[in-house]
């Protein structure tokens, strides 16, 4: 039931009983009082992503003393952050800070990268931020010593694959995409980004359908919180670029990365278009799989400036 609507029928439910106007100032309270699916904050890339994280709870929410968090950003292409093909280093500046802010024992960032992991780290400016908080805490693990296999029992068509062993050990995934066109899954947001975290990502591109188990995936590696960067959104060319590159100047955050990407989808333009998020095959397929919401007219979505 949808947040509104289970509003309007405990109204009803109130109404029949009698009127009661400790109740009904209760239950409105309560509505008032808990996070919106969704938050979209304006500004630069540190305070926004801090505003949009404070309006879903603070990162006390997601993450507690002593857990070891894995924050997965966009860091596999030797660019600059202009290009959008990256997650922005102070985005990630932040979460690392909002992480330690809230007791986190271990913080690791980690991707799978496609490129020459020195010149994608470096050029990225995201070493340089992770370096200034905690020398060795960014790393690209390609080897394959550094992934375990893994089933993943609720999955549709790709029922396992070799995962980061780090990632199988945490605590609390915080994906961190930065916002962008993806030429075969159509965006890449937090879900797509996910595929990252494990060494066999060919398959999902050769031996399943891609929307398939981008899903089947998220079965197994559902983050905990999505921050989707959209200070600068690729969309042409992507995932690589170089594309068309708008500002939206935006940070979106939601428990539900569904929910965050969707909200992305319907935002912004998308290869010179607007787009549902219904268009995009793993969001509508992690829908209807009960995953997260997609329907982004009947969420709860709120705008702040930072």
Not at 96 to 117: F, P, S, T, W
Request: glycine share 8%; with cysteine.
């Amino acid at each position: 039931m949808k947040r509104r609507d289970f509003l309007k029928w405990q109204m009803a439910g109130i109404s029949l009983l009698g009127t009661n106007i400790p109740l009904l100032a209760a239950a409105e309270k309560t509505f008032a009082d808990s996070p919106p699916d969704v938050a979209v904050a304006k500004g630069a890339p540190g305070p926004a992503t801090r505003a949009a994280v404070n309006q879903i709870g603070g990162m006390g929410r997601f993450v507690k003393t002593g857990q070891k968090v894995v924050i997965k950003p966009n860091m596999s292409f030797a660019r600059d952050p202009e290009s959008a093909t990256n997650t922005h280093p102070e985005v990630i500046r932040e979460v690392l800070v909002m992480c330690k802010e809230a007791g986190a024992g271990r913080i690791l960032v980690l991707d799978n990268v496609l490129q020459d992991a020195e010149l994608c780290l470096s050029r990225s400016g995201i070493r340089d931020v992770c370096n200034a908080f905690q020398p060795g805490i960014c790393h690209n693990l390609a080897g394959a010593s550094f992934f375990a296999e893994s089933a993943l029992p609720q999955a549709v068509e790709m029922r396992s694959n070799a995962f980061m062993r780090d990632v199988l050990e945490a605590d609390v995934i915080i994906a961190v995409p930065v916002a962008k066109c993806h030429g075969s899954a159509g965006v890449s947001l937090s879900l797509k980004g996910q595929m990252g975290l494990i060494y066999d990502r060919r398959s999902m591109h050769s031996r399943y359908d891609l929307g398939t188990s981008i899903v089947d995936l998220a079965t197994r590696v559902r983050p905990a919180l999505a921050i989707v960067d959209a200070t600068r959104v690729l969309t042409t060319n992507g995932p690589g670029g170089p594309g068309k590159v708008i500002t939206p100047g935006e940070v979106i955050a939601s428990a539900d990365p569904v929910a965050a990407d969707a909200t992305a989808v319907a935002s912004y333009e998308w290869y010179g278009r607007k787009m549902q998020p219904r268009q995009v095959p793993h969001l509508r397929l992690a829908h209807e799989r009960g995953l997260g919401r997609m329907d982004v007219e009947a969420l709860v979505t709120k705008r702040v400036a930072a």
